[in-house]
């Protein structure tokens, strides 16, 4: 008898053939007879007041059925948000439109083409009004974002995180005094982390479908968090939960973006139960830049005090920001998770102060790493260029300063956090060894000796995911504005069939993370039932069990978790029924291969099918042995998990063109135990690109009137194949103790670890022309300019 | 709207005749996209990818329905290496000279090429038959052409004498499916003149004269002449700053890039 486990095995993705075949359905896949198709009237101004709006002539033309303003949904409120910090959005825009691409009206018609042709054709009248689109000039309150704010910056972050404001100033004095001691240097820097629009290959798609004779809703979304969204529909119209069901079928990518209630959603389910008939729609390209959220969009000094042997003293972060137009899910609470990891993995006073500010922009929130990405860069920066100024290897100030491994667990951090398990020192000391870095320096001072410019950069960081709900109900990260009273719970449903195959049945979201083949390995290794034999469903609130989706690399810590604890009743109920048929004592029971087998006596064993058969035959079961074999588990972690990891870029960089190339790029990433490697690594390959496309490419740029000017995909150029290296992996294995698999999650780590490597690294290059610092994304025009700046 | 698919080029004449404001359409990469913005709004479309004519590829005759993945594949170096920049796979396969050519776009890629060789365009209409401009005849401002309301671009018309050495480089945000920030096409005539055509820096394609003169006939530049004629291209150029790159860049990009040609077509 073999027991293989397939935890840990690299298992190929269950749901890649029917991606790759094209025989997976997106929203846009499903079509119901008679359906209607929705446009927007959008604004084309970032500020003004409208005066009027007439659809007579949208309303007369062939095939319209309907056009809806703030008139007709003003009784359903405004939309909802988790954390309703600031202005809040109007489903439709009321009085005034406060960013460009706001929807002012909604037109329905019989086909997409006549929809968009009658919402040109509806007339609005707009009064222009001055916008405030730049973070400084907005927090200046010198004109406001809207009139219904008190003032611009509508809220603020301050750490370390528990203390109350006195105590927080004291950290901050003790920092300061260290400013004036004659051993340190002092180390400051203004950056930005730019704003960056998520581009999900599959647009938003929603489809809504009212039953009038049993007053429900069937809303299918290309949404991460299909629980959260039925309860949104219901809380919005006044029904039941049971009364919406969201699927969310397959979903084309979401890093965040599709981790919201839209009004679209709301507005077509509007449509639906107004007109009688089917609503969808499907965004364009151009509305996925102006009327989705987009991520980052901060402007910041981080100043490092340290002595001249590389002792960190003091470390400070301040700055701004943006929030866009209106508060939607998380929005403000976004930079939050920057201070959750503004301490990154060292120890060292820390002071941080983020100020959330309000622009007339796109709403911001949650964009793969959210708030983590961007509190890391600024760290990660100002340690490089402290390592600079005392002339030290950055590898060595970070090895200098880390949290010990003797902390661990629950580490407290510098700014107040318990974190799980931890060991820096090794993990960066395993990069070093493993990619050989005085390798990589004599490789680059050879390059030097050539006149090329390569540069080495190092960063270190720390993740925080697998949200836990003690701490963060308090916080008002509840969702219970969207009607779900489970905070950040994970849950999981295993029921092993008649047949003997098993059901695993979960509340996530997922959008290309693999659950369907990493759920089936977890519960393919509790049960001993083969990994063909186990069908994962996830997406549908009429069959899964409540859950939040999938975000904040929380779905294997959590719902996995959950699903661990589930399937690991049922195999102690399936034993008692195994010992029961083979007349052997429970405790000897072992699964595998997909029977149950007495240990010590190879030929005595009962297959799953035989267990299941009785299970579902209560006559046949032992004495005080309840029917059926499935377990619903809702699991609550004691506290979120803290992946870390340390990564390496070597650069190149044309001095005559400012172009840079990636000529390696390696990872030491550890996300505690690993189910499927494969999916890891290639959780971590996005990330990357994400990471690496914030350093060289993206940006949301806005001009003075607060029109987005790279909303398409020409002028928002997101990494091809081509721009991106072969990415080196390697990891170190630091489980948690949080939970029972030891796993903490692995889905932004590459976002959060890369931008300020390979910014780092094309500093280092240029460091010898003098260049200090370039502030993304480094372009090859950014880059020669500084090259020319850096000159004089 | 309507669309008129006719197969042979006096059926596609005939149909521009009859309707003078009709789009023409060959891949679509440029005009699908102006329709979806609501830049055009076509009531005509008359389409050209059936007209045999046009599609043929013989000598230094290359019609004007030839794609990029054609050009990639064929025999002219800068040409072959020019279209390998354009766009994806999916947009080579259906992206044409012609319809390079009738954008006018400064960007266009492959119109460096045909500068820096002075191609001529040929066209035709059903009244008056077929007549042959120079590319600067042709391309006369920014998205602006001399084609008239009733003609055709039948082909792109190479010299007799080509170049010993050619080399295409463009400078852009990324590697791949990016517009050009700069692009620039340089040749090493058979004798010993040198050609040099740039892209995105001026409303249209424009030649630098100056430095072609400074290079003379000189058969393998060096040291202070290249510095001389990259500072001659920059001073040439007559780049904008828009919001992808400033005027500086430009024109520093520009004097870059045709060093770096200027050296790899050097003997
Ligand atoms: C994603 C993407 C990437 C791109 N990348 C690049 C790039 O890297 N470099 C580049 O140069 N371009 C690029 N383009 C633009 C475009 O692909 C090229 O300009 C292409 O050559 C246009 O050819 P087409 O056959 O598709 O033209 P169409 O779109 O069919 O036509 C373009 C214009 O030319 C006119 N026209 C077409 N054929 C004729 C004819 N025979 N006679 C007269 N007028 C005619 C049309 O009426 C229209 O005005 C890109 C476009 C897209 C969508």
Redesign the pocket.
């Known amino acids: 008898m073999s027991t293989t486990s397939v935890l840990g095995g690299i298992v190929r993705r269950r749901e890649d053939p029917a991606l790759i075949q094209g025989t997976g359905a997106y929203v846009d896949d499903i079509k119901l007879p008679g359906e209607l198709h929705a446009a927007f009237v959008r604004s084309p101004f970032a500020r003004a007041d409208i005066t009027s709006v007439d659809a007579s002539a949208a309303l007369a033309m062939d095939g319209v059925r309907a056009v809806y303003t703030i008139d007709d949904v003003r009784d359903l409120g405004p939309l909802l948000a988790q954390v309703p910090v600031g202005a809040l959005r109007p489903l439709l825009a009321d009085g005034a439109v406060h960013h460009v691409g706001e929807a002012v009206a909604m037109v329905v018609a019989d086909d997409r083409y006549v929809a968009q042709d009658a919402a040109d054709a509806v007339v609005v009248e707009y009064e222009p009004r001055e916008a405030v689109v730049t973070l400084k000039d907005s927090a200046s309150d010198r004109v406001k974002v809207n009139d219904s704010l008190e003032s611009n910056v509508l809220m603020s972050w301050a750490g370390p995180f528990g203390m109350e404001p006195d105590q927080i100033a004291e950290v901050k004095a003790g920092i300061d005094a260290g400013k004036a001691r004659d051993d340190v240097v002092v180390v400051s820097q203004e950056m930005t982390n730019q704003r960056l629009i998520p581009v999900a290959i599959e647009p938003r798609a929603v489809l809504a479908d009212y039953n009038a004779g049993y007053n429900s809703f069937n809303v299918w979304s290309s949404t991460q968090m299909p629980h959260a969204l039925a309860g949104a529909v219901a809380t919005m119209f006044g029904l039941p939960t049971t009364s919406v069901r969201v699927v969310a079928p397959e979903v084309g990518g979401g890093f965040g973006c599709k981790l919201n209630v839209y009004n679209d959603e709301i507005l077509v389910a509007f449509a639906s139960r107004h007109l009688g008939a089917p609503v969808r729609w499907t965004e364009s390209r151009r509305e996925a830049g102006n009327s989705t959220i987009q991520g980052r969009g901060w402007v910041a000094t981080a100043t490092l005090v340290g002595t001249r042997d590389g002792e960190i003293v003091g470390y400070e972060l301040e700055g701004l920001a943006d929030m866009g137009a209106y508060s939607q899910n998380f929005t403000v609470a976004i930079p939050f998770l920057g201070l959750f990891v503004g301490s990154g993995q060292y120890k060292m006073p820390t002071y941080w102060k983020i100020d959330c500010v309000a622009t007339n922009t796109a709403t911001t929130d949650a964009y793969r790493g959210a708030g983590r990405p961007e509190a890391i860069y600024y760290l990660e920066r100002i340690i490089d260029m402290y390592a600079r100024e005392i002339g030290l290897d950055p590898a060595e100030v970070r090895m200098k300063n880390f949290v010990p491994a003797a902390e661990f667990p629950a580490a407290t951090s510098p700014l107040g956090f318990a974190m799980d398990t931890g060991d820096y020192a090794t993990n960066l000391q395993a990069l070093l060894d493993h990619y050989d870095y005085a390798g990589w320096r004599a490789e680059q001072e050879a390059a030097r000796a050539e006149g090329r410019n390569v540069g080495i950069g190092l960063a270190s960081y720390v993740e925080v995911c697998g949200f836990a709900p003690a701490g963060l109900a308090d916080l008002g990260f509840s969702w219970s504005a969207y009607g779900l009273p489970t905070a950040f719970n994970g849950s999981g449903v295993v029921r092993v069939n008649p047949d003997g195959t098993a059901t695993v049945v979960i509340g996530t979201g997922p959008s290309g993370q693999g659950h369907q083949t990493t759920w089936a390995q977890i519960v393919s290794d509790q049960l001993g039932i083969p990994f063909e034999n186990i069908r994962v469903r996830h997406g549908d609130t009429a069959e899964s069990p409540m859950g939040v989706g999938t975000f904040g690399s929380r779905s294997a810590a959590v719902d996995g978790s959950a699903t661990y604890e589930a399937a690991a009743r049922v195999r102690e109920k399936a034993a008692k029924i195994a010992a029961h048929l083979l007349e052997a004592s429970e405790e000897d029971i072992v699964f595998a291969d997909g029977a149950a087998h007495v240990a010590g006596s190879p030929d005595s064993s009962v297959p799953w099918a035989d267990i299941a058969s009785v299970a579902y035959q209560p006559h046949k079961l032992p004495e005080g042995t309840e029917g059926g074999l499935e377990t619903h588990v809702v699991y609550s972690p004691a506290n979120a998990t803290w992946p870390f990891g340390s990564h390496l870029a070597m650069v190149e960089v044309d001095a005559d063109t400012g172009n840079v190339e990636i000529l390696r790029y390696a990872c030491m990433d550890d996300c505690g135990n690993v189910i499927n490697p494969m999916i890891v690594d290639g959780q971590i390959h996005g990330g990357l690109a994400q990471g690496i496309g914030q350093a060289l490419f993206e940006e949301a740029i806005y001009d003075e009137a607060g029109n987005l000017l790279s909303g398409s995909l020409v002028d928002y150029p997101i990494p091809t194949a081509g721009d991106l290296p072969a990415y080196e992996l390697a990891r170190t294995t630091t489980p948690t103790d949080i939970n029972a698999m030891g796993v903490k999650g692995i889905g932004e780590a590459g976002t959060i670890g890369a931008a300020q490597t390979v910014v780092n690294a094309v500093v280092d290059a240029l460091s010898p022309m003098g260049v200090r610092h370039i502030d993304m994304p480094l372009r090859p025009r950014k880059v020669w300019q500084a090259i020319q700046d850096a000159r004089g | 709207m309507e669309i008129v698919r006719p197969t042979t080029l006096d059926d596609a004449l005939a149909a521009r005749d009859a309707l003078p404001g009709a789009?023409?359409?060959?891949?679509?990469?440029?005009?699908?996209?102006e329709v979806n913005f609501h830049h055009r709004e076509p009531e005509h479309v008359i389409a050209?990818r059936r007209v045999s004519e046009?599609a043929g590829w013989e000598g230094r005759r290359i019609g004007?329905?030839v794609t990029?993945t054609r050009m990639e594949k064929g025999p002219l170096r800068a040409l072959a290496q020019l279209s390998r920049?354009?766009?994806?796979p999916q947009?080579r396969n259906?992206?044409?000279?012609?319809?390079?050519i009738?954008?006018a776009?400064p960007?266009?890629?492959?119109l460096p090429y045909l500068a820096a060789l002075d191609a001529e365009i040929e066209v035709a209409s059903a009244g008056r038959g077929v007549r042959r401009l120079r590319w600067d005849e042709f391309l006369v401002g920014v998205k602006q052409t001399a084609?008239r309301p009733d003609e055709?671009?039948i082909a792109a018309i190479l010299p007799e004498v080509m170049p010993v050495a050619e080399e295409f480089a463009k400078v852009g945000v990324r590697n791949a499916?990016?517009?050009?920030t700069v692009s620039a096409c340089v040749m090493r005539m058979p004798d010993s003149t040198w050609r040099i055509a740039l892209g995105s820096v001026a409303p249209t394609v424009i030649r630098a004269r100056r430095a072609e003169e400074l290079l003379g006939t000189t058969a393998a530049p060096r040291g202070s002449l290249l510095a001389e004629v990259a500072d001659a291209v920059a001073a040439e150029v007559r780049p904008i700053t828009d919001h992808r790159a400033t005027e500086a860049y430009r024109r520093h990009a520009s004097g870059v890039l045709v060093r770096r040609l200027v050296g790899r077509c050097a003997a």
């Open positions: 789009d023409l359409l060959a891949g679509g990469t440029d005009l699908m996209v050209l046009i004007a329905g990029w920049t354009v766009g994806s947009i259906a992206g044409t000279i012609g319809g390079n009738g954008t776009s960007a266009g890629d492959g084609l055709i671009i499916m990016v517009i050009s």
